[in-house]
């Protein structure tokens, strides 16, 4: 798709964040509760949220890993830290300590 290479104006810029949005649902990647205004707002917790699927899309299929081999390596990591249970993406990582388990261990 046509994007302005050198945006001028926030409606370019909302075209090109679009753009980018309809390339990642035609890779058949699904988007939850995200628009063009959030990415050019730049709210953080969308964007990040927007990144981990990117990254989860790209890198771990690129690798045919799935999902769950990969909370399996979490797990296997984070085992010696008595705070840290990993029982799901979701819930395994909120209160941050399962993040600062893995940078510790390596």
Request: proline letters at 2%; hydrophobic letters at 35%.
């Amino acid at each position: 798709e046509k994007y302005n290479a050198k945006p001028k104006s926030r409606f370019q810029m909302l075209e090109n964040q679009q753009t980018f949005l309809n390339l990642v649902t035609s890779n058949k990647i699904k988007l939850v509760n995200i628009g063009a205004e959030d990415l050019s707002e730049g709210k953080p917790t969308l964007v990040l949220g927007l990144t981990w699927t990117l990254i989860l899309h790209f890198e771990i299929h690129k690798y045919s890993t799935d999902e769950q081999q990969l909370l399996r390596w979490v797990r296997a990591k984070t085992s010696g830290y008595d705070e840290v249970s990993i029982q799901s993406w979701g819930t395994g990582f909120n209160d941050g300590k399962a993040f600062c388990a893995l940078i510790h261990k390596h």
